[in-house]
Each structure stands twice: as structure tokens, then as C-alpha cells.
């Protein structure tokens, strides 16, 4: 086994106190919760461990635990230098890189919010959310200044190279010298660990964007539960294909200084980058939607891995084939599923020892399932969704656990969000019940896993059925020649809606059917038919060469809407 | 691989709400910790998986999680029904069995205390702690009976047998039949996590022992981090050969259960069984002192496992000798240090990558290091301890990191104490500078490793210089022919102390020596000469045929010096 072991310097370990200065009065038996706990015992324990590489660019870093915990402390004094009080928001736009992994440490330092922004946004975009969030100071990267020109907030530019005259280095810099070699000591403990810890906005596909508050205390049990369910521990290494700025990275940024691991980021999506990792750097770990790890095991450089690898894949289901796919590879697909509102992940597909004895399509249908709630999460309820007129206080009524009535999945606890940042309405609608409501609609199968059928917008109703998107697309991907595929409610004058399937295929499918489409579509609606009651048949199949993704490679249906609408 | 597979009946997994009724107000992020959710997840996730099995007695017992669950359910109605109000005390005096792994989860459910009580007290001892606990009810095994004889407090019986006619098992009936199958959501959620979840008696080694409160917030992140630090899974199988009343079992009652992992509970340390479960049951985890692990290196019965176990091991440090004995086993020693004021563990000898080319005696040199903090505990530090006179408010100041400096460890945060019940000078006392004061001396190493020198009561003050107890005993058992030994403080006329040893020969060598205890402390003593500085060398050494110890394997070195006293 390749493992990634780059020269790190071989620094003095003895020397630093990881230690932050304690707010007054807190009693002997509690510590406020904070992720920062984290990096401090990482870089206590594992001073000289590769904690990041950023290799695949002009200038690649690698910096060790202890190095990396320096400059973390230098963005902290940098931040209170710049006159970043505690609370203030601290709007991040960049890719995977350090800079951003750095600021999910070094802004919760400095006792201020890290708000992360999707980098494929608009100007207008950003704009809104940097108005909407008031951050007081924006990092950014080189390749995305151009969504911030002309912005009054002062903006910090990082050229991604951890060199000289890189005008983020020289901010980093400039705490160092502010600190006076204070070190951590010279930085206060956040008192409250029900103080704030990111805004993270929503895609927000209908309307203005959400800004999602998250705590200290719900990253530090969150990253607890994600390094737990994952089995990240020191031997592993965990690969950035998730970006970071998508709802803090699903908490990982701090999971894997939890398990003092290692972590490679990678400014871009690319297979031939990836695979190199896989094959050569020790990957242990990584986070994608199945979209990209369909592209992953489709990739010309695939090939079987020396060691086990856990894929955690959420944002849709992954199908047998793709399960399948990854396990011919070496690779295990864990299945999550979460939302921006509860940190990321907080249910797992847990396994059965019984599943083993499955055949691997029987196995998948288990697979696909969203399961149950995470370690420190609370119970991932499915209850009848609001009526129209009935109070928001009402209580919750569980759907029966019967795999067939359709409800809303609902949770509480710690690893949901504490509210939407100054909508106290939407907060309140989002709150019915005393839970955070997902807008997800589901079933709960008879031995207690959840099953996601649809967004409550994307389900199907058809002839007065409820047909699930989800579970269409389940079966339409069985077909062998069917490599991504799409379905969505297209009106119909007798039925109301009927489902239209959006299908790419695979590359050596492509010939096999060019200009047979419509002999395809008859080979894939047979193919269906038996495994689908007749409302969920697709009425109309549409052979594509892409699908409209989001950043975060999950499909926009709203994109194919308007396909439709003007079909 | 043998694996332990006992018929559990098959529950409908189906019908169960794992919930409790939750406080009025709650906020929708957030729920307060309570190492209750642990067991709630693994019944809903896998009703069907052992829980707990007590195989090793005249009725044995096997209870999936959904079986055991329902008990526990039962357990907390029956102590509700009994009169048992939140806050109560509930003392639990038991072998390692079913009801006192019931009583931990049973007893946090109907929010009460629970108080375990060291099966090997007296009565007067155990009438003491009845008293100053304030214990309302007990629950006492029948061979324990005659420790409660006499005593006010109301008493249940367990008779052990999982039956019909045994009284405990009719105070779960009624517990049952008091619920009226309102099930988990009859009972109420403690709404404050700063609530006491133990009341633990230290073995006061003198004066009077001491109660620790411990929260129910601790005890879930305490048992977080030792199912993370361990690598407990699903996969995992605990075997109880520590007695689970010593600080509840260091929180395995919890941890085990949050790892949905099964566990093996056996009423007396008995190596043919221990070995009959290492070998048949699957086991991967247990925890003990040194002692109960050269017990186990030692037995017959030993042979190289077939899989990997984890022997968790605190008290003292382990030799470089039984490190190796247990490696040859296919057993990694984790060296863990802890006291029952820090729930057990929180601290760990983390492995580091480059000692695994060391010397099996230069890596067990390190191995036998206390290490660092836990994840979920604050930083251990080593600091002056009080001088004659100074305040006990003053700012603690570490020693430095020379390895040669003395100093105390402290700690404090989320796995420390909240207070040593009803003596509020102790307490005072014991959280000097706003740390907890463990009363070990230990020395930190430039790498930032702890590493514990003595007991403060246990050092030898020989000619002015400080001699570690345990660093002498660490190299007398590097010995061929020393089996365990223990060294203490005599008194000298001209050096004021100087060390006496007491060992037990190993099997093979009493023969060797017999009649000749003169030649082997000589051949002991040049054996460690050229090892230790000359004021640490033993000036007496005392072949016996076994050391006093307490139930949990610790060494009596008060007993030592009451024989020292008698020559």
C-alpha cells in the first residue's frame, strides 16, 4: 500500500500550550462544547502528523498538526485584529482548499460564525446572502473575487499558494505579530456552547435562500456522530469531493481532527485526481452524492483499491448497480442522509448481518433505505404532514410502519439546526410540532427504517396516486444500459400528472441506441413494468447527454420543470 | 471463528416507541444528554441483536436489545412504583450480572441515582454508605444478602435466575403491570443533563469513603470517548471482568450499549471462564488491572485468540513483560489512567507510528505512559501541587515538560466530577485552582506525554530525593523470575525511607529459589542496579506468595506498610 506520506517538518512538540483562556466562573465539571477541542488535542497528541495536503496545485502544502494548529491560531488573532467581534459573521468563499478548512477552525476561535458560500452562485447572489448574514469581513479565493466585486465588506484574498506575498498569508501574518506569541492562551473559550457556529444558506430553489444557525455544542455532536459512524480514526485518511462551503462539509472539517486523521483537498472534481489519491494516497474516506460516485466508478482509471474505503454517499439513494459498482472496486457505500438543517447526515442505512445473505439487487433495496438516526441524533420520526388549517402547535401523529403511508420525516435534538437567521417565520413553520420538519416525505417500513420517497414537491400524483420520484428512478437505473436518470411529474389531461423520465446513457449504450430512441424507450418501459404499479410507469422517456446538477452534484428537477413547460 | 451465537427469541421489531415524554419548553435543537439514548438506539436499530449474556450460572440468560429494553422499562416502573422520586438514591449491591446492567440504564430512567456498592465491603462499611448516600431502596443479590441484613432501607433480592419466583424478577412484573403498557413514553426525559446520573463511594484508603457525583452530560461523553477510543462497534463483544460497581464499570454499561455490541456479564473473576469466552464467545473488548491481566497471561487455559482483542488496562502501568505476554496472545494492551472521580478513563497512552520499530522493552517503556486526555476530556496537566499555606483559589502552575519534574495531575471539564456528595470541604479541597486534584505525581515528558510517578502518599523520600514507587516496580518486573511485585516506603535510620519490595516468584522459579530467598534478592538487586539511581534501589526484598489487593485488583499498599510497621 501506497500510503501518502509527504516530508512534514519535524517540529518541537513540547513547546505550545493547546489550551484556551477559560471564561470566569465555570465550574471544575463542564466545558462548554466547541469542535475547536478537536484540532487542539490533535495538534496535542499528533503534533508532527500530516493533518492537510493540498497537493494538485502550482504551489501544493502539506502541513502538519502543529503547523496547521499555528496558522489557525494566526487567522483567529488575524480576525480580532480586523476588528471581528465575537458573533460576527465571516462569509468564506473558496473551494476546497486550506483557507477554508482553516476558517471552520480559526473563526470559531475568535468566538465569531463562519459563513460558508456556495462559489457557483451569482454576484446577486452572494450579494444577498453577504447582506443577509452582515458579515463584517470575507475571505476569498482568487478564482471567485469576481463575486464580490464592488462589495463595501472588506474582503481578504487568498491565491492559494501558503506563500509570501499571498495577501491571505501576510493576513495570517499580521496575527501572528497582533498575538505578541500569546499563543492560545491569549484567546478566550467560548463561554455559551449554544452560541452559533456557521450560517450556512440553502440552495433555496423556491425563493430567497435560508440561512441555516448551527451551534457549537450541535458541530462538536455531530462531528462525534460522523467520526463514529465512519470509523475515522488515526490510521485514516479522508478526501475532500464534497465541498466544503455545502453545509460545513457535513461536519467533517472537524470529524476528522476528532480522529486526528488526515485530509487532501482538492480544488475541483476531477476523476483522474481522485483516483490518484485513491490509488496512491492512502484514501480512507471520502464524502460524495451517488451522482459523482457514479462518475467515480465510471471513470476510465478505476480500478480494484488496495485497502477498504467508505464512501458516504447522500442527496439521493444509491442504486444496486452503483452499490454493486463500488463494491467491485473495494469501495463500501455508507448511506446517509441529512440536510443542511441537521448539520448533514443524521440517519444511517444501519447494516443487518442478516442483509449478507441477500442477493447484492435484494441487498441494494435495503441499502437505499435512509434508516435510522445517527449516534447523538434524536429519533428521525415520519409523521402525517401539516393539514391544511391545522395549528403549527398541533401535536405529531406517527405514520403506521407500514411501508406504505407516505408522512414527513421530522427530528429534534442536538444535531438540528437552531433556527433560520432573522426569519423567525419560516423558523416557526420549519418548527411545527417542537421538530424540524425536512419537507422529505417517507415511509417507515415495518422493522423501523425510514425510506425517503420524494421531496414533497418532487412526489407524483397521478390518477390520484401518490407516485414516488425516488422509487421510479430506483427501477428505471436497474436497466443495464441506463447510467443517470432523472424523473419528474409532466402534466397529462386525464390523469393529472403522469412521470417523465430523463435518462443518460452509458457510454457504450450510446451507439447501441443512436437513433433508436424511441425503440429504447420502449426496451426501458418493459423493462419497468413489472417492477412498477401502472401510475408510476413513466409515460414519456427523453434520452440526454446531462442532467442539471447543483455545486453538490444533486439533480435540479426545477431545471427540468422548464424543460417540460415549454415541451 | 467461534462465535457467540445463542438462540434469541425473535421479537416483531416493529411495535416499540423508543421515546421518552419529553419536558414541556424543550427547544426543538436541543435534548439533554443522558447515556439512556444509547440503549433506546440499539433496542430500535437492532431489537434483535444480544445485548447480555449471563451464561455462566445455574439459569443462564440471553436478552436481545428489545428483551432487555422492555426489562429496563419495567425496572424504572417498578422503582416509580416503589415511591422512588427524581434525585433518589438507589443503592445496587451486585456481582457482575444482568441487574446491575439494568440497574444503570433502569435506574437513570426513572431518574433516580444510582449508588453500586463494592461487593467486598463489610457490613458496617456498606451500612456507612447506605447512611450517607441517603439510599431509598436497594437492590442486593442474594450472596450478598448478609451485607444488608438488619438495615432500615427497603430491599430487593435478586436471586440471579432470570425467573419465575425470583423477586426481582416479580418487582419487574409489577413494574410492568404498574406501567399499564404505557410503554418508554409513560416515563419523563430528565430535563437537566447537569443531573446527578451515580453516586460512586471511593475505596477510601483512609478515612472514610468518599461519594462522587456524576452527571448524566459526563456519563454520556465519558462513554462516548471510551467506545470511540476502543474502536467499539456492532461487531464488538464486551466480557465484564471488571466488577461494574468500580465507578459504574469505568461508563461500559453505556459505552457498550451506544456501540449496539453485545456484552458478557460473569459473576466472579475466574480465568478458565474468562479464557472458555475469549476463545468461544466472539469477545473483542475487556478491561482490567494488570494484576487481573498476569492472571490471565498466566492461566492454563492460555493460547493465541483468533481475532483481535482489545485489553483495556488502568490502575497501574503494564510491563514491558506483560505487554509482550499479551501480545503474543494476539491482545493489545490499551493503557489507559483514570480515577473514579473521572469516571474512569480519561486519559490514554496514544500509540505513536514510530514506535512500532522500537524494542518490545523500549516501546512497552513507552506504552507505560498515561498519555494524553481522552477525547470529550479536557486537557491533563501537570502542575506544582499545594504548597504549606497557599490559597486554594491560586492560578495552578504546570511544571515543566523536563520529565524529571514532579508535580500532580489535574484535570477538569465535561468527564470530571461535579462534587463529592454532602462534603463540600472535600470538594473544595479536591478542586484546587479550579481543576480536579487527582493526588497522582507524575512527571510530563517533552513529547507532552503524562507519566505518573506515585500515589502522593506512595513516593519514597530516600536521602531527599523523590523515588517513584512505580518506576522501581517497573524495573523489577523486567526480571525473568518476577511474577508481580510492589514496593513501598521503610523507614531508614540514616536515609529517612528507602524502598522494600514484596514479590511473587513465578511458578517456575519458587522451585529454583527455594530455601534460597537470600541469593535471588541478590541476583534481583544486581539485576536492577546498572537500571535505577542508586537512592531507588531496593534496600529489602520479600519473596511472598501473594499481595493484598482490593476487589478491583488494585495492590493494598497500606497493607505493606502495616506488615513494614510489624518487623
Avoid at 483562556?21 to 465550574?27: A, I, V
Wanted: with cysteine; hydrophobic share 40%.
Amino acid at each position: 500500500m501506497n500510503s501518502f506520506q509527504p516530508t512534514v517538518e519535524s517540529l518541537p512538540p513540547t513547546s505550545v500550550t493547546y489550551r484556551l483562556r477559560l471564561p470566569q466562573g465555570l465550574p471544575v465539571h463542564k466545558q462548554p462544547l466547541n469542535p475547536l477541542s478537536f484540532l487542539l488535542r490533535a495538534a496535542q497528541v499528533y503534533p508532527n502528523r500530516l493533518a492537510i495536503a493540498h497537493p494538485d496545485v502550482q504551489f501544493p502544502v502539506y502541513y502538519s498538526y502543529a503547523t496547521w494548529a499555528q496558522r489557525i491560531q494566526n487567522l483567529a488573532y488575524a480576525l480580532i485584529q480586523a476588528g471581528i467581534q465575537p458573533g460576527d459573521r465571516v462569509a468564506v468563499i473558496a473551494p476546497n482548499s486550506p483557507v477554508i478548512a482553516e476558517a471552520h477552525h480559526g473563526v470559531l476561535a475568535a468566538r465569531a460564525i463562519i459563513c460558508p458560500i456556495n462559489t457557483r452562485l451569482t454576484p446577486a447572489e452572494v450579494a444577498y446572502i453577504l447582506d443577509h448574514s452582515g458579515s463584517k469581513l470575507i475571505i476569498v479565493d482568487h478564482e471567485y473575487v469576481r463575486l464580490v466585486q464592488g462589495v463595501k465588506t472588506p474582503v481578504i484574498v487568498s491565491n492559494d499558494s501558503g506563500r509570501v506575498g499571498d495577501s491571505y498569508e501576510a493576513f495570517l501574518s499580521s496575527g501572528r505579530h497582533f498575538s505578541q506569541e500569546r499563543g492560545w492562551l491569549g484567546l478566550e473559550w467560548e463561554p455559551n456552547e449554544d452560541s452559533p457556529a456557521a450560517l450556512c444558506y440553502t440552495s433555496g430553489t423556491t425563493g430567497r435562500p435560508k440561512g441555516v444557525i448551527t451551534t457549537l455544542r450541535g458541530s462538536y455532536l455531530a462531528a462525534v456522530a460522523n467520526a463514529y459512524e465512519t470509523k475515522m480514526s488515526m490510521e485514516s485518511v479522508y478526501l475532500w469531493i464534497l465541498p466544503m462551503f455545502h453545509a460545513c462539509g457535513w461536519t467533517y472539517p472537524w470529524a476528522v481532527t476528532l480522529a486526528c486523521a488526515g485530509q487532501i483537498t482538492l480544488r475541483t472534481v476531477s476523476y483522474p485526481l481522485i483516483w490518484n489519491h485513491l490509488l496512491n494516497s492512502g484514501v480512507t474516506h471520502y464524502c460524495g452524492a451517488p451522482t459523482v460516485q457514479i462518475g467515480l466508478v465510471s471513470a476510465p482509471e478505476a480500478r480494484p483499491l488496495p485497502r477498504p474505503v467508505s464512501a458516504i454517499t447522500a442527496g439521493s439513494a444509491p442504486t444496486a448497480q452503483l452499490i454493486g459498482d463500488l463494491e467491485k472496486l473495494g469501495i463500501t457505500a455508507v448511506h446517509v442522509y441529512g440536510l443542511t438543517e441537521t448539520y448533514g447526515p443524521f440517519t444511517k442505512c444501519y447494516f443487518q448481518p442478516l442483509w449478507k445473505d441477500l442477493s447484492p439487487e435484494e441487498r441494494a433495496r435495503y441499502l437505499a433505505r435512509q434508516g435510522h438516526s445517527f449516534l447523538t441524533a434524536e429519533e428521525a420520526r415520519v409523521v402525517y404532514p401539516l393539514k391544511e388549517g391545522e395549528n403549527l402547535d398541533s401535536e405529531l401523529v406517527d405514520v403506521p410502519r407500514d411501508g406504505k403511508t407516505i408522512g414527513e420525516v421530522v427530528t429534534r435534538g442536538n444535531i438540528a439546526m437552531k433556527e433560520y437567521f432573522q426569519d423567525p417565520e419560516a423558523t416557526r413553520k420549519a418548527f411545527r410540532g417542537g421538530h424540524f420538519n425536512s419537507g422529505d416525505l417517507a415511509v417507515i417500513h415495518p422493522d423501523g427504517y425510514i425510506s425517503i420517497q420524494d421531496r414533497s414537491k418532487d412526489i407524483i400524483i397521478s390518477g390520484g396516486e401518490n407516485a414516488s420520484s425516488l422509487a421510479i428512478e430506483q427501477e428505471l437505473a436497474s436497466h443495464p444500459d441506463v447510467l443517470e436518470v432523472s424523473v419528474v411529474a409532466r402534466p397529462h389531461p386525464k390523469w393529472g400528472e403522469r412521470p417523465m423520465a430523463f435518462v443518460i446513457l452509458k457510454k457504450d449504450a450510446v451507439k447501441k441506441w443512436e437513433g433508436k430512441h424511441k425503440d429504447f424507450e420502449a426496451d426501458l418501459k418493459r423493462h419497468v413494468k413489472p417492477r412498477l404499479p401502472g401510475f408510476a410507469c413513466p409515460e414519456w422517456v427523453k434520452v440526454v447527454d446531462e442532467l442539471p446538477k447543483t455545486s453538490t452534484g444533486k439533480i435540479q428537477k426545477m431545471e427540468l420543470r422548464k424543460i417540460i413547460a415549454k415541451l
